[in-house]
T-cell receptor, first 109, second 116 residues
């Protein structure tokens, strides 16, 4: 079966760095996405990785290792507004998105 | 970036009535639109994939006669919840795939449905 695993909840301090991990097992692979979702709102796109390595975009970076079925989202200089759920999703061989359950990130002052 | 709108953003209806939710891609053509449902504190659940000009593909466990999907043009898809019941109360989100960048999905702002 297809499976995406990520931690349910994480807590971090404002100004710090946090890494959210995602492991996956899917039938085929056409890229991995990270989305941010604030409570009561729709997800917003953060990053897309299809090749191994690190993609940096401002305070957010995303890493992919296809051989390990592993990705992480790195958030630097955390701000209170970063409190949200972070969703990992993998596009399978049929170009369908397989979603993880999301990681709720709580930022404390 | 690409913009997807949904209307209405929230709706309250009585049990037994039907509700229509519209999803529009405002500045791009979307051959494929997706309808998701999300219950509180849970992840997105794909309900159906809607392709322009053809019948929607429903996920297992989703009743196609209850959740009617129409994708009449490259910029509009509608979801009609027929004979709504309180258990249908949820956050409904659509997303659209851009022809020019077919890997990315753009999400609408969501519609919160409450059935009383």
């Amino acid at each position: 079966g297809q499976n995406i695993d990520q931690p349910t909840e994480m807590t971090a301090t404002e100004g710090a760095i946090v890494q959210i991990n995602c492991t996956y097992q899917t039938s085929g692979f056409n890229g991995l996405f990270w989305y941010q979702q604030h409570a009561g709102e729709a997800p917003t796109f953060l990053s897309y990785n299809v090749l191994d390595g690190l993609e940096e975009k401002g305070r957010f970076s995303s890493f992919l290792s296809r051989s390990k079925g592993y990705s992480y989202l790195l958030l630097k200089e955390l701000q209170m507004k970063d409190s949200a759920s972070y969703l990992c999703a993998v596009m399978d061989s049929n170009y369908q998105l397989i979603w993880g359950a999301g990681t709720k990130l709580i930022i404390k002052p | 970036g690409a913009v997807v709108s949904q209307h209405p953003s929230w709706v309250i209806c009585k049990s037994g009535t039907s509700v229509k939710i519209e999803c529009r891609s405002l500045d791009f053509q979307a051959t494929t639109m997706f309808w998701y449902r999300q219950f509180p504190k849970q992840s997105l659940m794909l309900m159906a994939t809607s392709n322009e000009g053809s019948k929607a593909t429903y996920e297992q466990g989703v009743e196609k006669d209850k959740f009617l999907i129409n994708h009449a043009s490259l910029t509009l898809s509608t979801l009609t919840v027929t004979s709504a019941h309180p258990e249908d109360s949820s956050f409904y989100i659509c997303s659209a795939r851009d022809l020019r960048q077919d890997y990315e999905q753009y999400f609408g702002p969501g519609t919160r449905l409450t059935v009383t």
